[in-house]
């Protein structure tokens, strides 16, 4: 079973719909959880830190469930340039990244 | 203020080769974490280098080894290269006083 698994989609979905991808984790030690972006053939960059209580930017919404090991990131009013893969990360001790496989959203017009 | 860069950003070897991959990380950023993306596929987690040691070690062979310089400065080695260690190679760096982690651009290493 690996360590962190996602739904890899592809989810296709027109300009301004409503998105949520999820994500498992199974280490319970893991400490810190974020959501990356990576766009074809470059690196990934950080898109947001997910946090216990829940935390939103802009049309972006993260939340944790530590309970249920579950991670989601919800993308409200999607646009052309939300097209990448997401990739769901946790931390344990000393910054190692456990990434997930990715889920690929494409926004189409 | 550069960030985290890389070189070379592409390669082709041949089988049972060796490779070296460099890594400069962001100004003020003392650790280096590289890791391996396969096509298709998460990062994985190779080594992290601080205070020119390793610290971390993921689940690679002892074929891949690495070194910190005292600028901070990394690089990753693979020796007797196979055909499945052609990925894309990401080096990460990040500090004390924040843990987010950048990333380079990335070697794409292609083994023939």
């Known amino acids: 079973r690996k360590e962190v698994e996602q739904d890899p989609g592809p989810f296709n979905v027109p300009e301004g719909a409503t998105v949520a991808f999820n994500c498992t984790y199974s280490n319970s030690a893991s400490q810190s959880f974020f959501w990356y972006r990576q766009d074809c053939r470059k690196e990934p960059k950080l898109l947001m830190s997910?946090?216990?209580s829940g935390n939103e930017d802009g049309r972006f919404t993260a939340q944790l469930n530590r309970a249920s090991q579950y991670i989601s990131l919800l993308i409200r009013d999607s646009k052309l340039s939300d097209s990448a893969t997401y990739l769901c990360v946790v931390s344990q001790y000393g910054n190692k990244l456990v990434f997930g496989a990715g889920t690929i959203l494409r926004v189409k017009s | 203020d550069a960030g985290v860069t890389q070189s070379p950003t592409h390669l082709i070897k041949t089988r049972g080769q060796q490779v070296t991959l460099r890594c400069s990380p962001k100004?003020?950023?003392?650790?280096v974490s590289w890791y391996q993306q396969a096509l298709g596929q998460g990062p994985q987690f190779i080594f992290q280098?601080?205070?020119?040691?390793?610290?971390q070690r993921g689940n690679f062979p002892d074929r891949f080894s690495g070194h910190q310089f005292p600028n901070y400065s990394s690089e990753l080695n693979v020796n007797a290269l196979l055909l499945g260690d052609s990925a894309l190679y990401l080096c990460?760096?990040?500090?004390?006083?924040?843990?987010?982690?950048?990333f380079g651009q990335g070697t794409r290493l292609t083994v023939v």
């Open positions: 280098y601080y205070e020119e040691e390793e610290r």
């Open positions: 997910v946090y216990s």
């Open positions: 990460a760096s990040s500090g004390q006083v924040s843990t987010e982690a950048f």
């Open positions: 100004s003020g950023h003392d650790t």
